[in-house]
């Protein structure tokens, strides 16, 4: 079974632009990520990248969440690009169809966990975007599918308080707008 990861692969390519382009200065930037920097989120989402290999590898998964800054000590954008490679490399089209538990769903074979897992990175490329006074305009088509796709986990995510309460969008909101508003983040007006 073939799987098409061209999403995953692009949402990682927006968070690597992002990632390029911080400036030197703008890393301990406070994000919208309660308590967390632009280098927190960074090491969070390049720390991501180390859960996906665990996951292909069978090797047990690192805690992406406590103290992720230590993800991407010194060079940032190496550090991450470092990490997507080596993630990359344990891809295989075997460790793809390697069952990988999705919370309270059950297990997914990893490929298709990938096509979901898109809503993690893109979420913290518009933390990061916003920290470090970057656009934040989303591809729209991935959003559309990170909808999806936080409609499905925000509940158990909510029960462990590994994600803030949803919030109202305005009405008319774009989707884009609705999803941050419905993962907790508030989104200033244009």
Known sequence: ???????????????EGLVAGVPHDAWDAPSPCEGWT?????????????????????????DVNRDPARFVQGDVLM?????????AAALTPEALLRPVPFG?????????????????????????ARATGQPSRLDPDLVHHAFATAQMVAAPLRAAGHLAPQ?????????????????GRTVPPA
């Open 1 to 15: 079974m073939a799987h098409n990861l061209s999403g995953y692969h692009r949402t990682l390519d927006l968070f």
């Open 79 to 87: 550090s991450w690009r470092a990490a997507r490679k080596e993630c």
């Open 38 to 62: 632009a280098r927190d989120v960074a090491g969070h989402v390049t720390g991501g990248q180390s859960l996906i290999r665990s996951l292909a590898t069978g090797e047990p998964p690192p």
């Open 104 to 128: 309270g769903l059950g297990e997914l074979p990893l490929g298709d966990f990938l096509g979901g897992y898109i809503l993690e990175p893109l979420v913290h490329a518009w933390d990061l």
């Open 167 to 183: 919030l109202t969008a305005s009405p008319g909101a774009d989707e884009q707008t609705r999803l941050l508003a419905f993962l």
